[in-house]
């Protein structure tokens, strides 16, 4: 069955970064892209951006362009999100998904200093 | 960029009552609209794909209907089980999320 299993969580200080994972199983890896999102405590789900874990191809919203770097590693099946110059309004649940169906667990990831 | 508004934000309703939320669209997004419940410290969960197609395991007083800009989904028989958050999400292009309708049992 298809799973996506992601790093725990994160507690991180105002201007550091964060690399948080996902690996997949119970799939072709390569053949299906990786989105990310954020949701912050009580608000609504943000899509960050994605990646083609074939191509390295990667899309991003442009409110998270400069603040999110996605990669992945094809040998691991795994996923990443690097979140850079952290502040407090950072401060979420990262989710990875195969959209429409698979999402991993969540990451929470505190800045705080 | 593609703008979705979800409403009511909040909904209070009885146990067996018909519940209806919507979502609208700022442009044509055909019918790549999905639908998500979200219950307090999990990940959303896939209720409806392409507007209107039941994702397998989701009981049958789930349904959506629409297309273009306007969709709704339906619970046809309010369960206790159903208090959560409901999520819509358009992936016309790229992936926009609503603001999110809070339901609660009256």
């Known amino acids: 069955q298809v799973q996506l299993q992601q790093s725990g969580a994160e507690l991180t200080k105002p201007g550091s970064s964060v690399k948080i994972s996902c690996k997949a199983s119970?799939?072709?890896?390569?053949?299906?892209?990786i989105s990310w999102i954020k949701q912050r405590p009580g608000q609504a789900l943000e899509w960050i951006g994605a990646?083609?874990?074939?191509?390295?191809?990667?899309g991003y919203n442009e409110k998270f362009k400069g603040k999110a770097t996605l990669t992945v590693d094809k040998s691991s099946s795994t996923a990443f999100m690097q979140l850079s110059s952290l502040t407090p309004e950072d401060t979420a649940v990262y989710y990875c998904?195969?959209?429409?169906?698979?999402w991993g667990q969540g990451t929470l990831v505190t800045v705080s200093s | 960029d593609i703008q979705m508004t979800q409403s009511p934000s909040f909904l209070s309703a009885s146990v067996g009552d018909r519940v209806t939320l919507s979502c609208k669209a700022s442009?044509?997004?055909?019918?790549?609209l999905a639908w998500y419940q979200q219950k307090l410290g999990e990940a959303p969960k896939l209720l409806i794909y392409?507007?209107?197609s039941l994702q397998t395991g989701i009981p049958s007083r789930f349904s959506g209907s629409g297309s273009g800009t306007d969709f709704t989904l339906t619970i046809s028989s309010l369960q206790p089980e159903d208090v959560a958050t409901y999520f819509c999400?358009?992936?016309?292009?790229?992936?926009?999320f609503g603001s999110g309708t809070k339901l609660e049992i009256k």
């Open positions: 998904a195969r959209v429409l169906a698979y």
């Open positions: 119970g799939y072709t890896f390569t053949s299906y892209d």
């Open positions: 990646i083609n874990p074939g191509s390295g191809g990667t």
């Open positions: 442009q044509n997004i055909n019918k790549y």
């Open positions: 392409n507007a209107n």
């Open positions: 999400l358009q992936h016309n292009s790229w992936l926009t």
